[in-house]
């Protein structure tokens, strides 16, 4: 249902387009990883993915389930919320390993958070956290990489400039662009895991930001 909602909501807020590498493919129980720039970019991502007929389960914030209408429409969906910080943190691990050993797709952040900066303009992913490099020590399984740009140019910086950055986009149709990554195994060893995925989400980015008109960028 969510990236139903995301494929019918994305386009009216700007021009998306999704390219992808020629060894892209999404094996059952793959988890996907993302760049994490604005609130607007999982919605884009979810689109995006539709579009390549995927619909994964996504970890996120366990304080979107008390948004009203979006806490239901998320536990409908089967989607884990990521208690950071709390007794409760392990949870999203298991559940997300319980999903990808029944064969969904997993999408997550590893990054963990939004950028501080106020501006609209792209910069490569922070440092990614150990959760992704632990998950695929249990699993085993496939990650893909993915990179979005122009998610900034719909939602960033402060609560009013986020606000009108949703009012204002449907007019300004900003350039939206998601490039997917030839999938990788990481390694066993966790930093070289953390290490060898962030490289790859980045590489994606690099893509996504030169599609989207971004101009020249540089990972950090």
Do not use: C
Not at 160 to 173: D, E, F, H, S, V
């Amino acid at each position: 249902m969510l990236s139903r909602i995301a494929t019918t909501v994305v386009p009216s807020l700007g021009r998306l387009t999704v390219t992808s590498d020629e060894r892209t493919a999404f094996a059952a129980g793959s988890i996907i990883v993302a760049n994490h720039t604005s609130l607007a970019d999982p919605g884009i991502v979810l689109a995006a993915l539709r579009r390549l007929g995927v619909e994964p389960v996504v970890l996120a914030a366990a304080g979107l389930w008390r948004v009203p209408l979006l806490g239901t429409l998320l536990s409908s969906g089967g989607h884990v919320p990521v208690h950071r910080g709390s007794a409760r943190a392990a949870e999203a691990l298991e559940r997300a390993e319980e999903a990808l050993g029944a064969g969904r797709h997993v999408l997550l952040y590893p990054e963990g958070r939004l950028p501080l900066r106020e501006d609209a303009a792209e910069s490569a992913p922070e440092n990614f956290r150990s959760g992704l490099a632990r998950l695929t020590q249990r699993t085993g399984a496939p990650v893909v990489p993915v990179g979005q740009a122009g998610a900034r140019r719909v939602t960033s910086g402060s609560t009013a400039k986020q606000i009108a950055g949703l009012l204002t986009a449907p007019a300004r149709r900003p350039r939206l662009h998601v490039h997917v990554g030839a999938p990788l195994l990481l390694p066993a060893d966790r930093r070289a895991a953390t290490a060898a995925a962030h490289r790859a989400v980045t590489e994606a980015w690099q893509t996504a930001a030169r599609h989207a008109g971004e101009g020249p960028v540089l990972a950090a």
